[in-house]
């Protein structure tokens, strides 16, 4: 029995130790920020919002409670999984949708809004190329705490120079987003 209990508990954080070298580790972004980031969203009541690599679900939520928008977590993470999973069951939300998925195998067509974080370099070399291909002209993308390189922000917000810069950028509309 025990030897079963710790392979789930190797499971569930090779899962994590995967999320973060795959796309980045989990680093939540600051309670204090989330009326910026969703301020530069500008997301509407029934719109759908997406959260790569949902982590506590924390943005999931506020998309779902604040802003009545449809909104989906994706996390490969299954602590963090379970974490939201919990926080859903508690909330009842019916615009709440948490998946366990890699993110980069979710189509992201049906988007408004798509919010991360990610590391530089994992934006950079996958997510442009996915975000370019998935995502309709006039879809938000929302980048927490670093600019997708060669993309040129529709809007950044960062007002103190201790605070976390928030990068907006709307597909068809921002300059030239290609995947290069």
């Known amino acids: 029995m025990n030897l079963i209990f710790l ?39 029934g719109q759908v919002f ?10 999931v939520f506020y998309a779902s409670n604040v802003c009545q ?3 989906i977590g994706l996390e490969i993470s299954l602590p963090m999984l379970l974490i939201c999973k919990l926080r859903q069951l508690y909330r009842r939300d019916k615009n ?15 988007a408004d809004v798509v919010y991360f974080f ?16 998935e995502l309709k002209p006039g879809t938000k993308v ?6 997708i390189n060669g993309w040129n922000p529709e809007a950044i917000s960062r007002p103190g120079p201790v ?14 987003l290609t995947g290069t």
């Open 69 to 71: 928008a449809k909104a």
């Open 7 to 45: 392979f789930i508990i190797f499971i569930f954080f090779l899962t994590a130790a995967f999320a973060g070298l795959s796309f980045a580790p989990w680093v939540p972004a600051w309670k204090k920020d989330l009326p910026r980031i969703f301020k530069l969203a500008d997301l509407k009541p």
């Open 163 to 176: 605070d976390i810069a928030i990068y907006s950028y709307i597909m068809g509309k921002t300059g030239d």
């Open 142 to 147: 929302i980048s927490y705490a670093f600019a």
């Open 50 to 59: 997406y959260e790569l690599g949902c982590g506590d679900g924390r943005l």
């Open 96 to 110: 709440v949708t948490f998946k366990y998925k890699n993110l980069f195998k979710q189509n992201l067509s049906d």
């Open 118 to 133: 990610g590391m530089p370099d994992k934006i950079s070399k996958k997510l442009k190329k996915k975000l370019v291909k």
